[in-house]
């Protein structure tokens, strides 16, 4: 088991920056691979941006890319997701999720993490 929370969501005006954490307890947080998800309203959660047990391997959405920024410092357990030049598109409800590194060094897909964050709310204005 390892229990999520993620912090650092907010309001910010288009083109502004924040930082999101996800700070892990419970196993050993290097066990994990990581990653961002995100829900807009009335859509789907989307991947954000992954990344392995290492943080040697990362990977983005197309929509992020050269954006934004997944890190970790696993003697902190904990996982940030830097954001820049941010858009009214990029408002939604941020979260991050964990699941035992296995076959692959990053999972790019919701459904193969078993472990959830509440959730952050980031709000970009026009």
């Known amino acids: 088991q390892v229990q999520l929370v993620e912090s650092g969501g907010g309001l910010v005006q288009a083109g502004g920056s924040l930082r999101l954490s996800c700070a892990a307890s419970?196993?050993?947080?290097?066990?994990?691979?990581m990653g961002w998800f995100r829900q807009a309203p009335g859509k789907e959660r989307e991947v954000v941006a992954v990344?392995?047990?290492?943080?040697?391997?990362?990977r983005y959405a197309d929509t992020v890319r050269g954006r934004f920024t997944i890190s970790r410092d696993n003697a902190k357990n904990t996982m940030y997701l830097q954001m820049n030049s941010l858009k009214p598109e990029d408002t939604a409800v941020y979260y991050c999720?964990?699941?035992?590194?296995?076959?692959?060094?990053?999972?790019?897909?919701?459904?193969?993490?078993?472990?959830w964050g509440q959730g952050t709310q980031v709000t970009v204005s026009s």
């Open positions: 419970g196993r050993t947080f290097s066990s994990f691979a």
């Open positions: 999720a964990a699941r035992l590194t296995g076959y692959s060094d990053t999972y790019y897909s919701g459904q193969e993490y078993p472990y």
């Open positions: 990344i392995s047990w290492s943080g040697d391997h990362t």
